[in-house]
């Protein structure tokens, strides 16, 4: 008897602790060492199933497991997002918006109007330098020889956009 209920605990024990760790991994940059050992105690308390209790048992396990696993790490998705935890510290809530300043590409609109010269063919990517500044822009879609004259047509975040000068045409 004894031996059933210390067989039945371990498996219960490794379950338990091997869901809490992969819950634990999700919140965790990167795959670490909470991933490796959950995966490690489901993957034990799988066979102490099939050692102790055969391989149908085992497979159930297995699909409970899985369930389980998709369930909870769901569940706790979910209110990271919207729930209880979203207002704890361990998510972060602030947003760097372009409102207050922030922005995720470098503001390239300071070039827009300006004219250089291309220091490689363009086809139809490139680079053009622009008062000592060389960028990589890209024309609309036309062959531009080394050396052409251009003029920035258009910024579209960090695409730069350029065409030939008058002169060139």
């Not at 379950?15 to 995966?39: C, D």
Request: glycine share 10%; proline share 2%; aromatic share 6%.
């Amino acid at each position: 008897m004894m031996d059933f209920i210390s067989t039945n605990l371990a498996i219960i024990l490794c379950f338990i602790f091997g869901v809490a760790l992969l819950v634990a991994e999700v919140f965790m940059p990167g795959f670490g060492i909470a991933g490796i050992s959950g995966i490690a105690l489901e993957i034990i308390s799988i066979v102490l199933t099939y050692l102790n209790f055969g391989g149908l048992a085992a497979l159930g396990l297995a699909i409970v497991s899985l369930a389980v696993i998709g369930i909870v790490i769901s569940v706790s998705l979910r209110s990271a997002t919207k729930g209880r935890l979203s207002k704890t510290p361990i998510v972060l809530n602030n947003r760097e918006t372009a409102a207050e300043g922030f922005s995720a590409t470098a503001d390239m609109d300071v070039f827009l109007g300006r004219e250089g010269d291309t220091v490689t063919i363009l086809r139809p990517t490139g680079m053009a330098e622009f008062d000592g500044v060389k960028l990589n822009v890209i024309s609309d879609g036309e062959y531009i020889p080394k050396g052409t004259h251009v003029l920035v047509q258009r910024v579209e975040g960090a695409r730069i956009v350029v065409r030939r000068t008058a002169t060139n045409a």
